[in-house]
Nanobody, 123 residues
Framework: QGQLVESGGGSVQAGGSLRLSCVASGFTFSSRCMHWFRQAPGKEREWIASVSPASGSINYDNSVKGRFTISRDNAKTTLYLQMNTLKPEDTAMYHC????????????????WGQGTQVTVSS
C-alpha cells in the first residue's frame, strides 16, 4: 500500500523560507507525476506545483511562480518544495500527491495523498 509522509512545515515570518519534504513508500515513485497542493481553512484545495517522473516537465501556479521550487529525488523517493519569500497568504496545510501515472495534466484524481504539513506565515 502506497504512502506519502510530508514534513518540514512550521511557523515563519513573512519573507522567510521553508523546505517541505514528502517521502514516498509502497509504490514506484519514479513512475509517477507528483504534485503539491495546499488548503487554507475555509478555502478550496489549491494546486500549486507538479513535476514529471524524470523532472523534465515542471509547472507552477501563478501564485507561487518565482518563489517556490518543486524538485524530486527518485533515488530517495522524496519530493521537495522549496518555499522562499513567503507571504501570509501562503498559510495553509500543504499536501503532496502521487498522480495515477506519468502524466501531470489530471489534477483531480490521485493514487496517493499525504496527510499534510502545516505552514503558517505571520506578517
Amino acid at each position: 500500500q502506497g504512502q506519502l509522509v510530508e514534513s518540514g512545515g512550521g511557523s515563519v515570518q513573512a519573507g522567510g523560507s521553508l523546505r517541505l519534504s514528502c517521502v514516498a513508500s509502497g509504490f514506484t515513485f519514479s513512475s509517477r507525476c507528483m504534485h503539491w497542493f495546499r488548503q487554507a481553512p475555509g478555502k478550496e484545495r489549491e494546486w500549486i506545483a507538479s513535476v514529471s517522473p524524470a523532472s523534465g516537465s515542471i509547472n507552477y501556479d501563478n501564485s507561487v511562480k518565482g518563489r517556490f521550487t518543486i524538485s524530486r529525488d527518485n533515488a530517495k523517493t522524496t519530493l521537495y518544495l522549496q518555499m522562499n519569500t513567503l507571504k501570509p497568504e501562503d498559510t495553509a496545510m500543504y499536501h503532496c500527491a502521487a498522480a495515477l501515472g506519468v502524466f501531470c495534466a489530471n489534477k483531480f484524481d490521485f493514487a496517493y495523498w499525504g496527510q499534510g504539513t502545516q505552514v503558517t506565515v505571520s506578517s
